[in-house]
């Protein structure tokens, strides 16, 4: 069982509506959590990160953890056509320094 | 500041031979990691780095790989022999010591590796 799951996708969305993008980990002793953006072609880039349970808001992305339920998510409010990319899920556990990745998931906005 | 630099950006060679990816981390940063990214298996850790030290190889796939850095702002990937099943997008990411933003790792651009 992969330690960071995530829906492939691909996930299509309108322009102006709201991207859900979900990921799970098995690791209890996970403390933070981090979403990257990859352009197709290009590296991951940091989007958002959250430690503490509950919902931390950056312009028009929302992170929320459950750590209860080891699950993080991602909302992308009034999506963009610029948002398609695929997004991953990254989760460190404790004090280590290394960051484990889910798969992705392919976002479409459709204009 | 330059971001994570990395050579070449793409390496096409043939079976059996050796393959050497470079890697300039962001100047101050502390630890430098090693990712292979392919369709099938997704983004990898390789090794990581913590002020020059290997902390962690343990995703290294076999001893055909070896990683060095022999000082700050230099690192160096080595396939030897490569083989096809080793294609991939190869990144190199940096990080500095902290925590919020600070606590991200900071990705090259990769070298996409293409064996014959």
Redesign the interface.
């Known amino acids: 069982q992969k330690e960071v799951e995530q829906n492939s996708g691909p996930l299509s969305v309108p322009e102006g509506a709201i991207a859900s993008l979900n990921c799970t980990y098995s690791d209890r002793g996970s403390q ?1 959590f ?1 979403w990257y953006r990859q352009y197709s072609g ?5 989007i958002m ?1 959250i430690y503490s349970n509950g919902d931390k808001e950056d312009g028009r992305f929302t992170a929320q953890l459950n750590k209860a339920s080891q699950y993080v998510s991602l909302l992308i409010r009034d999506s963009q056509p610029s948002d398609s990319a695929t997004y ?1 899920c990254a989760v460190r556990a404790g004090s280590a ?8 998931t392919q976002l479409t906005v459709l204009p | 500041d330059a971001g994570v630099i990395q050579s070449p950006r793409h390496e096409v060679t043939e079976m059996g031979q050796e393959v050497t990816l470079r890697c300039k981390p962001i100047s101050g940063h502390d ?1 430098l ?1 090693w990712y292979r990214q392919t369709m099938m298996r ?4 390789l090794i ?1 780095f ?1 002020n020059n030290v290997p ?2 190889d343990s995703g290294m796939p076999e001893d055909r790989f070896s990683a060095k850095m022999p000082n700050a702002s230099f690192s160096t990937l080595k396939i030897q022999p490569s083989e096809p099943r080793d294609s991939a997008v190869y ?1 190199c990411a940096s ?1 500095p010591l902290g925590r ?2 600070a ?8 070298t996409r590796l293409t064996v014959l």
């Open positions: 933070s981090f290009k590296s991951p880039e940091l990160f991953l320094r290394q960051l484990t990745f889910g798969s992705g | 630890y990691f997704g983004l990898e850790l990581y913590n902390i962690d990144f990080s919020g933003r606590d991200t790792q900071y990705f090259g651009p990769g």
